[in-house]
């Protein structure tokens, strides 16, 4: 099998194949069924021998290349592997049919799914361990029309922790606005963008931001994420989100986290109490002034609304620049003009490319920190909307979204561009990736 780059492996093969020296190779382990099921590898035991070194193959290459996604699809009488690093698309080698079939039922076994079942959706998870490093890996095998099984295994690395606002790369500056907000006891803030966009992590994110010394947070949001120092609160199962709110109030909290906003009636429980407590919460929206204008709407009373909507955070992902080899260049002024950067900026940095040797015309191998890819993980550049008194009265007055999102750009708001241009400047970024962000 070729699997893209395994450093160890090519090692390996360069001396002798032999299969000792195959099983010196760092492979991942997996450690269990997320469903608490015992895998019945015994009664699978032909499985087990034929496919649980090639699941192990494909896991440990998706996992060292930092894949979030595998996807197999069987075409003919192959199948190929699409994996996704850093949100883009990257190929991940081909299988012969019966092999993708294998690795797909032995991922069945080790999820303590049901092997025999065929033609029927079925999603599970199995835990891993590799350098060290604690993996969930969510299995989801969907039946096509052509009677094949498409798999896809989501990785979740536990070791993962991008929730702190320095972790996701917050400016200072932004840091300090969210500690200003949150502090005010008061009125609604909430993070947006499309699903995929780091909303919720951008959210963890905000959450870290607010000082725990001096504020005590609650969440009654349905997480299966750790949240360090937010206290969970009990919910009573016959009370509505209004008065769990206020029972959180009367234990005297400050912020309470609460779910995703997804309609009217929930606006509405949430503004009935904003006026006593910051609430933070998540919601699906373009960009900032949709989002306020979006629960405008939900809350049906823009006065109200324009009082209790205090900000209104958005995060859109740019791929980091490989620290190993990513290249740097002086550029010209005319370029610096053009996209807004300060004249007297003396270095930017582009994606490496690997050098060509000059007798063979061969490239030389590829970085081995980002497998020649360029970038090596993702950061948020931020927008962000903080209501001031001259958009509280331009939501009072029913303006659209598109005004909101010109006076607060007047007023010097944050934008996705202005945060990109301090990612490039800080060398963190290219200005072809920023483009490629803008453009998608
Ligand atoms: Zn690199």
Redesign the pocket.
Known sequence: MAFGFGKKRDDVDDEDDDEEEEEEVDLVNFQGAMNGKTADMAANARLVQAALRPTKDMITDALERRAETIRVDVKGEKAQVALSIDGMPFAGGRLAKLQATAITQMLKVLCGLDARLKGKHQVGGVKAEFHGTKYELTVDIAPQPDATERLTVRVRNLNHKLETPVDLGFSDSLRQTIRDITGHRHGIIVCCGMPGSGVTTTTYALLRGIDVYLYSIYSIAKTDRELLNIKKFEVNPEDDLQTSMMRMIREESDVIFVDPIRDADTTQQLMSVADKICIISELQARDCASAIAQLVEWSGDRQKASELIDAAFSPKLVRLL?P???EAFRPNPKLLEKVGLPPETKVLYRK?EPAVDEKTGEEDD?????????F?GRMAMMEVIIVTDPIRKLIADGAPSDQIKALARAEGCLTFHKDGLRLVAEGKTSLEELQRVFKG
Not at 366 to 374: Q, S, T
């Open positions: 490989c190993q080899c990513r490496g590829p970085c081995e920190k980002c497998g020649g890819a360029g090596f």
